[in-house]
């Protein structure tokens, strides 16, 4: 029953959602399930707040690895669920979360917005790094890879044209950022159609065991 | 002296560096031509030296390359030069549909993104707003992301500092309305196709969807002349695509990351977006396009000198690899 209930779920929504696209009179039916979706992903948001929680008092109670960053995680997350609950620095408690002067945006300005960019930033140093040590042209497909990024490097900033602009306009297709142009409305496209085709494909399969049962991977174990 | 000290000395270094840029100095610190190529000379001598010790079988350290990747982002913000940008047909593509439209037009602005891709995202953004309240197009701002919306402020108040007059001109609920986030993914915006109304009843500020004049009469997707969206990654243009364009037959132009750009280059030949901005390059080529040069014509020098230190490396350790090979280490 434990199995079976959650399947019988699966197996009804997905059928509906299906023959809403195909039949007009299950139109209504597919968009009052994807309003379910909704509610069912705001209740997502507590449950992630509530795991987030968890995960990280039993890190300190256990005074596992880095267990002290945890300590951090929970007060970061304390006081900013403190500041969007009661709207400190709001003009009254009907006003936006999120304008300016309440301790919500001050918060999202001065330390979510910077750390977010700073993380995301420290990108192009470990790129740089692991291409110096393990971009390789060790074989053809390698090195076609390697010209590519070259010329995508270089053709999606001014270098390029700085570069090559002297070529004459009758030869303007060996300009770098022509060649990058080239590259991405031809390659990259056929590739990306490709690939879009395949998921296509694989999400119709696997939506077919979902919906018939096939597969129950999603439901975890027994043992759970 | 132990590595601890020297990156505490290194980040103290930095630190004071930024301080003494912004509270010290008189006005924004710039080089001059001269010493800008004697740093381009200093980085090339860095490279060959770099060369030599690859060759010889010294690959540099890792903190050596972060500090010449470091430096490469950092100098050309007080540097002079001039590079020459080209449109790429996909920005222009952009601007033209933006350009046909009549003023009045109601321009559906969704902002997929939170702050770490804003460097990419938001100066594109910050250019339409302008361009948008300069050319009387009424924007309607959501978001699929939660900090979309905020992000979607910050673009408000860019276009304000940019054209201070336009603080009288526009006005929030007439000219511009943020509807702010709403959970669910691709299923907001099938929902918006039923109706706006029942997927945001109010405004960020909790002002009821009908006290505002300039969406009260929006029912749907109908009555939406042109949409823009910024995204990051998921949900973001593929699901406006599949839902808003191919369902709702909206039209439709985006901004990306760079690096979700080229999986959105199959919906703009096949015609279900208009245009694409990607990455860097294409915000700093629509600033070009609209006249509004703000951040990303700066940051894309920037980037352009990281991208020539990548290659640099790269070529480096192509060398270093091949010499190894035809040595049979």
């Known amino acids: 029953m434990k199995r079976l209930i959650p399947v019988l779920i699966t197996s009804i929504?997905?059928?509906?959602?299906?023959?809403?696209?195909?039949?007009?009179?299950?139109?209504?039916?597919?968009?009052?399930?994807?309003?379910?979706?909704?509610i069912i992903a705001v209740f997502a948001f507590f449950l992630g707040g509530g795991n987030l929680v968890r995960v990280h008092l039993i890190k300190v109670l256990n005074k596992k690895g880095d267990w002290k960053f945890?300590?951090?995680?929970?007060?970061?997350?304390?006081?900013?669920?403190t500041a969007g609950l009661f709207k400190f620095g709001s003009v009254d408690i009907a006003a936006s979360v999120t304008a300016e002067g309440t301790w919500m945006q001050t918060i999202f300005n001065n330390i979510i917005a910077p750390l977010s960019s700073t993380m995301y930033a420290l990108l192009a140093f470990f790129v740089a790094?692991?291409?110096?040590?393990?971009?390789?042209?060790?074989?053809?497909?390698?090195?076609?890879?390697?010209?590519?990024?070259?010329?995508?490097?270089?053709?999606?900033?001014?270098?390029?044209?700085?570069?090559?602009?002297w070529i004459p306009e009758w030869f303007s297709i060996a300009q770098i950022p022509n060649l990058a142009v080239w590259i991405m409305n031809g390659p990259n496209l056929a590739g990306q159609r490709a690939i879009l085709i395949g998921v296509g494909l694989g999400v119709v399969a696997m939506s077919l065991r979902l919906i018939l049962g096939m597969d129950r991977t999603y439901l975890g174990s027994d043992h759970d | 002296m132990n590595t601890r000290m020297k990156e505490i000395i290194a980040t103290v270094a930095i630190v004071a560096f930024f301080l003494i840029c912004k509270y010290v100095l008189p006005k924004p610190l710039e080089f001059s031509p001269l010493v800008s190529n004697l740093i381009i000379g200093a980085m090339a001598v860095v490279f060959?030296?770099?060369?030599?010790?690859?060759?010889?079988?010294?690959?540099?350290?890792?903190?050596?390359?972060?500090?010449?990747?470091?430096?490469?982002?950092l100098l050309p913000f007080f540097m002079q030069f001039d590079l020459?940008?080209?449109?790429?047909?996909?920005?222009?593509?952009?601007?033209?549909?933006?350009?046909?439209?009549?003023?009045?037009?109601?321009?559906?602005?969704?902002?997929?993104?939170?702050p770490p891709s804003a460097p990419e995202l938001?100066?594109?953004?910050?250019?339409?707003?302008?361009?948008?309240?300069?050319?009387?197009?009424?924007?309607?701002?959501?978001?699929?992301?939660?900090?979309?919306?905020?992000q979607a402020n910050q673009s408000i108040e860019a276009a304000f500092v940019a054209n201070p007059a336009l603080r009288e001109k526009v006005e929030y609920g007439v000219d511009y309305v943020n509807l702010g986030f709403q959970a669910g993914n691709e299923f907001v915006i099938v929902g918006m196709g039923k109706g706006f109304r029942s997927m945001f009843p109010t405004d960020m500020n909790g002002t009821p969807y009908d006290s505002i004049p300039l969406v009260k009469n929006i029912?749907?997707?109908?009555?939406?002349?042109?949409?823009?969206?910024?995204?990051?990654?998921?949900?973001?243009?593929?699901?406006?695509?599949?839902v808003g364009v191919d369902r709702y037959k909206l039209r439709m132009a985006a901004g990306n990351t760079a690096v979700q750009a080229p999986a959105v280059y199959p919906y703009l030949n096949a015609g279900q977006i208009v245009g694409l901005m990607g990455g860097m390059s294409g915000a700093a080529e629509f600033e070009k396009i609209t006249g509004k040069t703000g951040k990303a014509t700066t940051y894309l020098l920037s980037q352009s000198s990281a991208h020539l230190v990548v290659i640099g490396l790269i070529i480096i350790g192509n060398v270093a690899f091949f010499r190894e090979k035809k040595g049979g280490k």
Do not use: C, H
């Open chain 2, 48 to 73: 060959i030296i770099i060369l030599i010790r690859t060759l010889q079988g010294k690959y540099i350290e890792r903190r050596i390359v972060f500090l010449l990747v470091g430096i490469a982002l």
């Open chain 2, 219 to 242: 029912t749907n997707f109908g009555n939406i002349d042109f949409s823009l969206n910024f995204s990051a990654g998921k949900p973001g243009t593929v699901e406006w695509v599949q």
């Open chain 1, 70 to 81: 945890s300590i951090v995680t929970l007060i970061a997350f304390a006081i900013t669920l």
């Open chain 1, 129 to 165: 790094s692991a291409s110096y040590r393990a971009f390789r042209a060790k074989n053809r497909e390698a090195t076609i890879l390697l010209i590519a990024a070259f010329i995508i490097l270089l053709g999606r900033t001014p270098l390029g044209m700085f570069m090559t602009g």
């Open chain 2, 84 to 114: 020459p940008l080209q449109v790429s047909p996909e920005v222009k593509a952009t601007y033209d549909a933006l350009e046909s439209l009549p003023p009045g037009s109601k321009v559906l602005a969704s902002f997929d993104y939170d």
């Open chain 2, 122 to 150: 938001q100066p594109m953004a910050d250019a339409f707003m302008q361009y948008a309240f300069e050319n009387d197009l009424k924007v309607i701002i959501m978001g699929l992301w939660p900090q979309g919306p905020q």
């Open chain 1, 13 to 38: 929504v997905g059928t509906v959602l299906v023959f809403s696209v195909f039949f007009p009179m299950a139109e209504t039916w597919g968009e009052d399930f994807s309003l379910f979706f909704d």
